[in-house]
């Protein structure tokens, strides 16, 4: 059974603060990775991709993968209330002609003014 | 550039009706997916379809749940006999296939069950 676990919050955090948000997934040969943010109410939407170990920066946003740990984390810099939303893993596993994805159940971030 | 397209967005259903929800992928994309969100849960696949064929249905329930995607117009999911434990979001995604793709979702179905 392939599974992908976070915490669900919610994570509370200060205007202007770094959120770390954490995934770990149990299928050690899974490939691809992916992090999507949900707004109350709204779809989820695709926000980073990260398939090699290390280190993925976009803008204020940071995805950090340690396959060998099984676990990808976001962390979101200079955090504002409009990230506050549910943060979605999404986890790729291998496999010729299969692309679907499992997500974790998410975490609820709140950033307070 | 239109994403994916869902309809409808709304939608109630009486006990015993059927429930048909369609979703139009991205242009050029080949692989579809649902999936149902209950209030404050996760995402739950359902089903993954490519043109005329179910790649994957383990997510969806045997009975009253059915999806296609034919080759010319949107995927549907359609739901018989809906009792009110079908109430949830549905959403679908697409992609062009590929380990460095995510998937674009649409802005979903409501459908409550009354």
């Known amino acids: 059974q392939k599974e992908v676990e976070q915490n669900s919050g919610p994570l509370s955090v200060p205007e202007g603060a770094i959120a770390s948000l954490n995934c770990t997934y149990s299928?050690?040969?899974?490939?691809?990775f992916f992090w999507y943010r949900q707004y109350s109410g709204k779809s989820p939407e695709l926000i980073m991709s990260?398939?090699?170990?290390g280190d993925k920066e976009d803008g204020r946003f940071t995805a950090q993968l340690n396959k060998a740990s099984q676990y990808v984390s976001l962390l979101i810099r200079d955090s504002q209330p409009s990230d506050s939303a549910t943060y979605l893993c999404?986890?790729?596993?291998?496999?010729?002609?299969?692309?679907?994805?499992?997500f974790g159940k998410g975490t609820k971030l709140s950033v307070i003014p | 550039n239109a994403g994916v397209m869902q309809n409808p967005r709304h939608l109630v259903r009486r006990r015993g009706q059927e429930a048909r929800l369609r979703c139009s992928p991205v242009?050029?994309?080949?692989?579809v997916y649902w999936y149902r969100q209950l209030p404050e849960e996760g995402l739950k696949f359902m089903v993954y379809?490519?043109?005329?064929?179910?790649?994957?249905e383990s997510g969806m329930p045997k009975e009253r749940f059915s999806a296609e995607f034919p080759k010319e117009g949107p995927s549907i999911l359609r739901i018989q006999q809906v009792v009110r434990g079908d109430s949830a979001a549905y959403f679908c995604?697409?992609?062009?296939?590929?380990?460095?793709?995510?998937?674009?979702f649409g802005s979903g179905t409501r459908l409550t069950v009354v």
């Open positions: 995604a697409s992609s062009p296939g590929g380990l460095t793709y995510g998937y674009t």
């Open positions: 299928d050690r040969v899974s490939q691809s």
């Open positions: 990260i398939y090699s170990n």
């Open positions: 999404a986890v790729m596993p291998p496999g010729a002609g299969s692309y679907q994805l499992t």
């Open positions: 242009k050029g994309h080949s692989h």
């Open positions: 379809l490519q043109k005329e064929n179910i790649i994957d």
